[in-house]
């Protein structure tokens, strides 16, 4: 079955790095598109960051342009996003998700939390 599982969040200080991963299984990861997408407490879901299949095409949300990477190795079947220069603003539940068949498929989140 799809699995996604995400780790790498943490408390971390305003200007600080961290790097978010995302393992996969139960399905061929180098077809899919991949995402990393945030949920802040009492606010909707969001979309972070997106990239294409080979790696070579990324699309970032205005509100971390600059500061996060979004990349993936095919071979590990892994997403990553390197998330620097954070802010109290970043923080919230982390979540990577893939769409197969029209379906989405999300992880259970990590929690990154940025103090002032």
């Known amino acids: 079955q799809v699995q996604l599982v995400e780790s790498g969040g943490g408390l971390v200080q305003a200007g600080g790095s961290l790097r978010l991963s995302c393992a996969t299984s139960?399905?061929?990861?180098?077809?899919?598109?991949m995402a990393w997408l945030r949920q802040a407490p009492g606010k909707e879901r969001e979309y972070v960051a997106r990239?294409?299949?080979?790696?070579?095409?990324?699309y970032y949300a205005d509100s971390v342009k600059g500061r996060f990477t979004i990349s993936r190795d095919n071979a590990k079947n892994t997403v990553y996003l390197q998330m620097n220069s954070l802010k109290p603003e970043d923080t919230a539940v982390y979540y990577c998700?893939?769409?197969?068949?029209?379906?989405?498929?999300w992880g259970k989140g990590t929690l990154v939390t940025v103090s002032s």
């Open positions: 139960g399905f061929t990861f180098s077809r899919y598109v």
């Open positions: 990239i294409n299949l080979s790696g070579s095409s990324t």
């Open positions: 998700n893939v769409r197969l068949a029209g379906m989405d498929y």
